[in-house]
């Protein structure tokens, strides 16, 4: 039942430290950063956007 | 027949045992009693104080870790999270002493090495040193797991060195490799578990959020105001324990451990990161001392954003000035300037004192009393669109002029001037105006464009909800929710909206503030110049560059506020420094909200054909 207990721990512990990652990897400026360098996105220019009417 | 009545008794000596025997009985007797009362001394008079002797030995207490709350953000994206984390000391002492089991076991390997041949003394020297390399090998492997400097830790074994009992080596580590040195087994070697408050957001919502101490206890922002709802209760539970420290079952909850509470926040992170960074952009473009910027949904106040720069990193302290982690967007005051004209118009409308028709002579002077209300140029004869658009002091003054001082007055209190706005952060500002029965003439003047009165930006985005929901003004809140309460009608529906189409002016090419203008919506707002007041008056050439805007002007959804404080880089209007951060922000907020254009004359490209039209 210990092992069982720490392992709930570890999890909760693990999930914890997913969420971390997981925002650290989602946070905008990170984001931004490998959209402009990694691959290469821009943002398009205004007379290319096509807006489309519902 | 044999008769055997008569038969001497063959066994004389059987009496000489009866003696015996009844000693022996007696004996027995003796025993059973006394093991019976000794038993039942045990089991009924000593009972407790044996039970609590048993129980010290396997029973022991044990806490069970309880996490703080969460702080998310309106989308459930953490803000605030702790996480366990191990602090490593070692026992300096302890790390010394030679431990003789380890010795022995090298010496039983060496013996059966040697074939069972005696050891001599140089031998056990050899052990001991074998002994020392082991210890020292096992240092440099604890120094590599926690990337420290070569010999840190190494150095400690020196008999030489005059060294501390207790040496700390690593805070706030990854359990994982806690785990790891645990697994080395080095004497002396100490792991205590720990909660370290950790900030995905860092410094984009440092000042709303705060910070905690060591203790997990908050410290400053939200974290110190909702203390009690984030708090955990470590728990305790009762347990047995085996010879080797190993728990066997759990007894009892003595105390069920109880997470903190997780604060859901009204704030958009995805908002805030952009409010963020435009921000920091033109203050850094601007060469200012500061900037904030609030951004406050116009449906019902939520806080979606507030950024302020300079900002500091929640994770990394130590380069915090103290003060600097307040949040100035709450708690710093400045006189509004221009921005508070539309409610001049507004209330001059509301209570008829102006007609909407209604045109104004100036002439880019206008005396009051002793002092004389300036323009930047002379206007001439103004509409009331074009007061709003041209920024004109001369004419709000004329308005705030034919309306009772007590009326003026009421309207600036009802949107919030010099109330505070409770969202509970410490230190939040009231803001100033003066009570109506100490205004003189032209104090009434100076009010109405903006001076004599001084507001927070939070302040300043409160009371232009009472344009943007159609003359309700809204409480503000930090925390989410479903609808306001607390919201009352400050003007007129009618008037709302006719003052916001006034507003829609300002944005327009020969209007203040071209350059907030947002492609594909109607924006309305107004600029403030706001010339900076010290001990001596007012100073030259330093100014807070301020617009406050509404989006989409016909329908609003977001209200928003910036605030830039001493633009130092040649520009300063409102219009100029504060307005394209207005623009770009607002533009990305309307875009993520996924709030449709409702402008369509600055929509780059309009289809309305149906989406089949498009796949062929």
């Known amino acids: ?54 | 027949m044999l008769d055997f009545r008569f038969r001497k008794p063959t066994r004389q000596i059987t009496k000489d045992f009866s003696f015996r025997r009844k000693f022996l009985l007696f004996f027995m007797m003796f025993c059973m009693i006394s093991l019976v009362g000794r038993a039942s001394y045990l089991q009924i008079f000593a009972k407790d104080y044996l039970n609590e002797k048993g129980d010290a030995r396997q029973l022991d207490d044990v806490v069970v870790p309880a996490y703080r709350g969460m702080i998310n953000d309106r989308n459930g994206i953490p803000l605030a999270i702790s996480t366990p984390v191990d602090t490593i000391w070692l026992d300096v002492k302890a790390l010394r002493k030679n431990n003789p089991d380890e010795l022995k076991k090298l010496k039983k390997e060496l013996k059966i090495a040697r074939k069972g041949e005696k050891l001599s003394e140089e031998d056990e020297l050899l052990i001991l040193n074998e002994y020392q390399k082991q210890k020292l090998d096992k240092l440099q492997q604890m120094e590599n797991l926690l990337e420290l400097p070569k010999e840190k830790l190494s150095s400690l074994l020196d008999e030489q060195k005059p060294n501390k009992s207790v040496v700390y080596v690593a805070h706030q580590i990854d359990p994982a490799i806690g785990e790891k040195i645990k697994a080395l087994k080095l004497p002396g070697t100490n792991i205590q578990r720990d909660f370290k408050r950790f900030y995905p957001a860092g410094e984009i919502s440092a000042h709303v959020v705060g910070f905690t101490d060591f203790n997990e206890k908050g410290q400053t922002g939200l974290e110190h105001v909702y203390e009690k709802t984030l708090k955990a209760k470590t728990g305790l539970k009762r347990v047995i324990k085996d010879g080797l420290g190993n728990i066997i079952a759990d007894i009892e909850n003595i105390q069920e451990p109880v997470n903190g509470k997780t604060l859901e926040l009204s704030i958009d992170q995805r908002l805030q990161y952009l409010a963020y960074r435009e921000l920091q952009k033109a203050v850094e473009i601007n060469k200012a001392k500061a900037g904030m910027l609030v951004i406050l949904d116009a449906k019902n106040g939520e806080i979606l954003a507030v950024a302020n720069e300079p900002t500091f990193n929640p994770n990394n302290k130590k380069n915090l000035v103290d003060g600097s982690y307040r949040n100035p967007a709450f708690t710093e005051v400045f006189e509004p300037g221009s921005t508070v004209k539309p409610f001049v118009v507004a209330a001059g409308l509301d209570g008829g004192y102006v007609k909407p028709t209604d045109l104004f002579y100036t002439h880019g002077v206008f005396p009051v009393g002793n002092h004389v209300v300036k323009d930047v140029h002379n206007y001439g004869t103004l509409d009331l669109t074009h007061v709003l658009k041209k920024s004109s002091n001369i004419a709000v003054s004329q308005m705030a002029l034919k309306m009772p001082p007590k009326y003026f007055w009421n309207t600036y209190h009802q949107l919030g001037f010099g109330v505070p706005t409770n969202i509970g952060f410490t230190g939040e500002a009231n803001g100033r105006m003066l009570d109506y029965s100490r205004w003189h003439d032209f104090e009434r003047a100076t009010l109405s464009f903006g001076y004599s009165l001084n507001s927070s930006a939070l302040q300043l985005a409160r009371a232009y909800t009472a344009l943007a929901d159609n003359g309700i003004l809204h409480s503000v809140s930090i925390l989410k929710r479903d609808e306001d309460i607390d919201a009352q009608r400050v003007f007129s529906s009618k008037t709302a909206k006719s003052v916001r189409a006034m507003m829609e002016s300002v944005i327009m090419k020969d209007g203040t503030a071209y350059d907030a203008r947002v492609d594909g919506y109607s924006v309305a707002g107004k600029t403030g110049t706001v010339k900076k007041a010290s001990s001596g008056g007012y100073v030259e050439n330093k100014y807070f560059s301020v617009f406050a805007g509404i989006a989409p002007a016909k329908n609003p959804k977001l209200v928003m506020v910036v605030m830039i404080d001493e633009p130092s880089a040649g520009q300063y209007y409102g219009g100029q420094v504060s307005a394209p951060v207005f623009s770009k922000v607002m533009s990305g907020a309307l875009r993520i909200l996924e709030i449709a254009p409702d402008k369509k004359e600055t929509t780059p490209i309009l289809l309305t054909q149906n989406l089949n039209s498009i796949a062929h």
């Open chain 1, 1 to 54: 039942m210990q092992k069982e207990e720490k392992k709930l721990l570890d999890y909760e512990v693990e999930w914890r430290q997913m969420q971390i990652e997981l925002n650290l990897l989602s946070r905008q400026n990170h984001v931004e950063a490998v959209a402009g360098n990694g691959l290469k996105l821009i943002m398009p220019q205004r007379e290319k956007i096509i807006y489309i009417e519902p």
